[in-house]
């Protein structure tokens, strides 16, 4: 069986699209801020035909990021027309104001930055009371250390391996020891959480995020440029775990 998350109205689960046994395999989730945005139905329909386990929604608000992507009804339109889990990455300088809009859009999965939240704890309760996963992320300036006393009480954690805001860039490599750190404390602290990194994934770099700890990778350009989405997808989905 594959591993699964439930949720309320659906679960966040693992396709099952190569051999390896499911608890030693990727969760894959394309973005769709790579995407040719007048062609979302197609885009979401890619991902889909390609085996990908879960949609990444990147929410951006021009303050926190310097970019501006798209809101809730974004989400719903995507909602509308696929069963995919939703995981959805708040970029914003006021997550928990939008916690109600996005839950009823039909996210899956919130993920709040530390960098924008004094009451981290409470934030991520509140999405969790909404039947919800709760992530926190960090960007590649913030340290661990920053969101450690957090860790007991999230579901995720993204590690975003380029400055968030603008896609395609390339992974910062040195970002990868957070992975491996945030991997360290799960095993020490006995905690459930995934471990997820979003920024310059790649069919030749998945294993060296693999190797360090990661659990779920986010791909933007890599998988709408790639020629076929599903041998990315297998690529990605079976690169190996380090134990």
Partial sequence: MPRQLPVTGGKIYMSEH???ASAE???TAPSVLAADFTRIGDAVSRIERSGADWIHIDIMDGHFVPNITFGAKMVADIRAITRLPLDVHLMIENPRSQLDNFAKAGANLLTFHIETVVHSHSLARDIQALGLKA???LVPSTPVSALECI??????????TVNP????QALIPECLDKVERLKEIRREKN????????????ADNASAAR??????LVAGSAFFEA???AEFIRIVQCSELKT
């Avoid at 190797?211 to 779920?216: E, F, I, N």
């Fill in 18 to 20: 190569c051999e390896q």
């Fill in 25 to 27: 395999r990727a969760i």
């Fill in 165 to 168: 805001g603008v896609g395609g």
């Fill in 151 to 160: 860790l007991p009480f999230v579901d995720l954690v993204l590690v975003m």
């Fill in 227 to 229: 020629p076929s989405a």
């Fill in 135 to 137: 992530g926190v992320s």
């Fill in 191 to 202: 905690l459930p959480y995934l471990i997820s990194i979003d920024g310059g994934i790649k």
């Fill in 211 to 216: 190797h360090k700890g990661a659990d779920v």
